[in-house]
C-alpha cells in the first residue's frame, strides 16, 4: 500500500513537472516572438526616419498619370448619336461590348462594398498596368463579377481568388493591362 501511495506522489510530481516545463517553453517561445516584433517595429522607425522627403516633380508626374487613369473610363454614348455610326455599338466596341475604365470598376467595386487592400500602378505611356489586390467576402466579390460581366468588356487580365481557410473571406488579385 506504501508503495502504491509513493508511486502516485511521484507520478504527480513528475506531470507536474512536465506542464511547469512546458508553460515556461510557451511563454519563452510568446517572449522571443515579442521581442523580434519590437526589434522589427524598432528598425521600421529607423528607416522611417532616415527616409527623404519626395521629389515634387515625381509626385506631379504620378498625379497626372493616376488622373489619366482615373479619366480613362470612355462616356456613354446613345445609339442614335452620329459618333457612335448609328448602329448599337460604341466605337471601342468588340466582340465583348463597350470596354469598362478603371473608374467605373472602382465604384462597381465600393457599390458591392469591397475595399481595396493595396493598388499598384507600372508601365510607360502606351502600355499602364495596375494590379488591385482585395480582401473581401467571397461572395460579395462574385456578386460583383457578375455585375461587371453585365457591363460590357472588362479590362481585367489577370484574376486570381485564394480562399482564406476557415474563413467566408478570399484574397484576390486582379490586373488591368490598356494597351
Known sequence: MNNAVNFRKTVKVFLT???SLLSLWFLAARGLKLQRAL??????????????PADPAR??????????????SPA???PDSPESG???ESPESTEGGPEIGIAALRELLRAAGIRGERLRLDGKEGNE????TLRCETVN?????SKLSGRGRC?????????VPGSPYSDIVMRFRYE
Open 17 to 19: 513537472g512536465i506542464l
Open 39 to 52: 526589434a522589427s517595429s524598432l528598425a521600421y522607425q529607423d528607416r522611417i526616419a532616415a527616409l527623404e
Open 59 to 72: 509626385r506631379a508626374e504620378l498625379a497626372a498619370y493616376l488622373a489619366s487613369i482615373r479619366e480613362y
Open 76 to 78: 456613354p454614348q446613345p
Open 86 to 88: 448609328g448602329s448599337g
Open 129 to 132: 498596368s495596375a494590379e488591385l
Open 141 to 145: 466579390f462574385f456578386g460583383f463579377l
Open 155 to 163: 479590362p481585367v487580365n489577370y484574376l486570381s481568388v485564394r480562399p
